[in-house]
């Protein structure tokens, strides 16, 4: 180079500039491999629903802190339920249109937002506010990061959507309650330690490929509306009252439950205040990847039995003041609600395009968290103004009891199964057939 005129020595050094940076995109960003994205999307599911149940062993420390009655912790509980599913109907097709991974980027961000308000909430409104944002973000997040590991698998995603967030909700309660019983700063540890896990998979989603072209129609993807494609509809009319039950009986385990337990054991430990949350959510998890091969028809009509005998014998150990056969009943109970959302969500999703599974599965939380949200609230106002926590424990019971044979009257009434879902016989060729081929277990054994 020594030998080249000063302008060539120039125009040289602009060309080696020009191709460096024209490779430097592609030396310093490496995607993720498809399987390797596949889980830690599944991950951001486990990790927002473990931050949404993380409170529920604090609500007892904050009550003794803030002073509020019950009726206050199903408010901030049912804040939350309003806030996701705002999040589900404004933001849950919008990753439909301008790409999953923005959106999650944007949620997780919010997310860890959130986690900094709870460490610096000094009182009931504070909370109120972080549980708001906490809402918002679950409400985009969950539609597009179940969308996005559909788009890589379609089999695998439907699965790990029904059994993701009972394992996020399991384990969020039950470290929690351990976090708040044995460290140091109760209120301020758990959520330090779901923020770093939030700046983490932030940075890791960054890295993953986009699974979703983008289309038009963003900004008007953002006015709600409830509108299905005709290929779902009857699936959705199917599915919606057994996952309404199964989540009225999460809501119960997420608002009232951490205190009903500590009632029936006689202690005041943070444990104890989770473990029925656990018990529920880690045996939905099971149960959800133990009967992964079954009809969706039958996986709903044993969600059905399993809850209507599990509520039952938790309604006898109240009645008997015995700690034993209420987690007992509880754990039978988990098997309702795992069998019966797993049901639910595999009726519906293989039947969706791509283009409609974000929309599609942002809906069906809707009918989730509005069956978390709104008996809770009310079961709240019960325990003030009504007959106490343990009467009113009875009565929320009674009324998951009578969702869920209605849930099987409307089983029954077409016929049995669900018009449309898994193992129906369609022409083939088209979406839909492509959508139930899917959904064959062979397709459980490999990632795409």
Known sequence: MNHLAPHE??????RIAQAARAERPRATRKPIPPRAAFYLLASVVVSFLAASSAPTPLYATYQAEWGFTPITTTVVFGVYAIAVL????VLGKLSDHVGRRPVLIAAIAAQAAAMLLFTTAGGVGELLVARVVQGLSTGAALGAVGAAMMDINRSRGTLANAFAPGLGTATGSLISGFVVQYLPAPTHAIYLCLLAVFVAQAAAVALIDETVTRQPGALASLVPEIRLPRTVRGAVLAASPVIFAVWALAGFYGSL???LVRTLVGSTSAVWGGLGLFVLAFVAAASV???RTAQAATMMYTGIGALVAGVALTLVAVDLSA???FFAGTAVAGVGFGSGFQGGIRTVLPLTKPHESSGVLSLLFVVA????GVPSVAAGALVVHGGGLVPTS??????????????LSALLLRHGRPQSGPGVKVASGGPQAASVRAEQPEGLTRAR
Not at 86 to 89: A, C, E, N, R
Not at 369 to 372: C, D, E, S
Request: proline share 5%.
């Open 9 to 14: 020595r120039t125009e040289r050094t602009e």
């Open 86 to 89: 705002s999040g589900l109907l």
């Open 257 to 259: 439950g951490p205190a």
């Open 289 to 291: 990847f133990a009967l």
């Open 323 to 325: 700690p034993a056969l």
């Open 369 to 372: 968290y509005l069956g978390m």
């Open 394 to 407: 009875e009565e929320y019971g009674a009324v998951v009891i009578a969702l869920a044979l209605l849930a």
